[in-house]
Structure formats: C-alpha cells, structure tokens
C-alpha cells in the first residue's frame, strides 16, 4: 500500500475537518473549525474556492440537490447553497445547548448517523473538563431523529464497512475505536464492541474513512500519521506525516484513488505541516459516500 503526494495546500488551517468528495462536480470539500471556513476544490479545474460558515462548522454531508451541501455547524444541521453561499437551518439535532455536533456520516439508506460532545470552551469562553456528555444519533431523511448511543465523550470517525453490515465509530477522548452490527432493512444498530485501541504513541483517533479492502483508515490526532486498520482490528500500516495533528481522510476522483488528509494547527510549536490540507495519489480505491435524499 503506498501514498504518493501530489498537492499541498499550505492554508494554515486552524483546525481542517469534515472532508468530503462529491461525484457530481468531482470535487472535494471540507471545513476549518477554528477560522469557521468551507472550501471547495475542483480536481477538473484545479480551482479553490473558501465559503464563510455563520457559525463553527463541524462535517459535511452531501444531498441529491444540485449545489447543495448538508453542513453540520455546532448547533444543529444546516443547507448550504453553494453557488449562491446561502444557508438555511434544516434541524436542530440536540436540545442540549451544552453539547455540540462533530464528526458524522451517511448510511446506504440515507441516514445521517451523527455525534455530538461537549461544548468546551461554552459559550461564555471558560474551559470545560471532557468527560462522556456525547451522544450518536440517527436522523432520517425526514428529519426524525432518535438518540443510539449515549456515553461518548469525542464522537469521530463515523464510517461503514464495505458490504455495509458493520459501522465504526470512535471516541477521541478514550483511545477507543468501536464496531457495530448494522442492520440495513431497519437501519439498527447492535452489538456494540470494541474494534481496535492502538498504543497511545499512535496518539488518538480522529476522523476516519473505509477502502474497497474493507480496511479503516483512522486519521491520528497528536500522532503525526494515518493508520490503516485491517478488518480485524489490526494495524496493518502507519503512515508518517509533518504535522502531529492529523484530523480526516476521505477518498475521492473518478477512480477513487485520490486521498485527501487534513490537519490541524493547534499545537504550540509551530510544525512544518501543520494546519495543511494534502492530496495523495493511492492505489487501493476508497468507497463513494452515500448520499442524503433531499
């Protein structure tokens, strides 16, 4: 399995996230948290467009609307016209105030299985101990939602095996990546289990996706590169970078061998790639995501 780098954008990202690629204009997009920024690239025209978010952003979801993007802002669920930058609230997810969206995805039914976690710093700036306020939801295409998991501290790395009969999940704060029996004609969820919790040099998981092997790449906050996880919860592979903070992954291109990675800025010492948002050139093709239906 090799990476090869092929671009690099230097764009000094707070906090890049939430990345995401759409067949329909073959473009990839993704969030910065801290600078409250959306961009889209073009792989067709090589063009990067920057959209201000009204709020902290956290994950992009796509629709079957032409243009528009469902786009996961602290609050609640929001439509983002993307050729006209307008935005119009969809759903307030969690009545809990406290707590904020993060990390989510797609199931092959259009389900949105989405996490929350606690809101730190609040609103009034003070910082928060984390502890496991977040909850995993299920929100269907007609907005009713229903709460599958509780106990979660960070919430991330919601993605679904190949054949669609497992989803995965992370909680950042406890090192831990969880399996989960996914029953697609009711759109449950059982036997929750732990999947893989790798040594703490490897730092912790953040966002992640799955390939056409059915391995799960898991993006390493302060472990400075991207594990590649076999289906039965090993490492297979490390892949180093210059940045400690590494924060997603997402597949994309026509063949689905493009891989874009963001990062984050966050650390003290100011690093050769931190805060960078990077494409590589795999040869094991990643999965389309899904689509919500509206």
Known sequence: MILTLEKKFNLNCGLAEGCIWSESDNSFYWIDIVKSHLYIYSLTDDSLHCIDTPQQPANIMLT?????????????????????ETWQLWLKVDPNDTLRLNDGCVDIN?????????????????EIEMGKFGRLFKVTP??????????IAIFNLATFSANNKIFYYADSFTNEIYA???????????NHRLFCQLDSKYGHPDGGTT??????????????????????????????????????????????????????????????????????????????PNIVPI
């Open 180 to 190: 989960c029996d996914y029953d697609q004609k009711n759109a449950a969820l059982t």
């Open 64 to 84: 079957k609307t032409p243009h528009v993007l469902l786009v996961s802002l602290f609050d609640g669920l929001y439509l983002l016209n993307t050729k006209a």
């Open 211 to 288: 390939d056409s092997q059915d391995h799960i790449w898991s993006a390493r906050w302060d472990g400075s590169g991207i594990a590649r996880i076999s289906p039965n919860g090993e490492l297979s592979q490390f892949f180093h970078f210059n940045a400690s903070q590494v924060t997603n992954i997402c597949f994309g291109g026509k063949d689905l061998k493009t891989m874009l990675v963001t990062t984050a800025s966050l650390t003290e010492q100011q690093e050769e790639d931190g805060g960078s948002v990077q494409l590589f050139r795999s040869d094991v093709a990643g999965i389309a």
């Open 110 to 126: 259009g389900n949105i299985w989405l996490g929350s976690m606690l809101m730190s710093p609040d609103k009034n700036g003070n």
């Open 142 to 151: 007609n907005k009713a939602v229903t709460i599958e998991k509780e106990a």
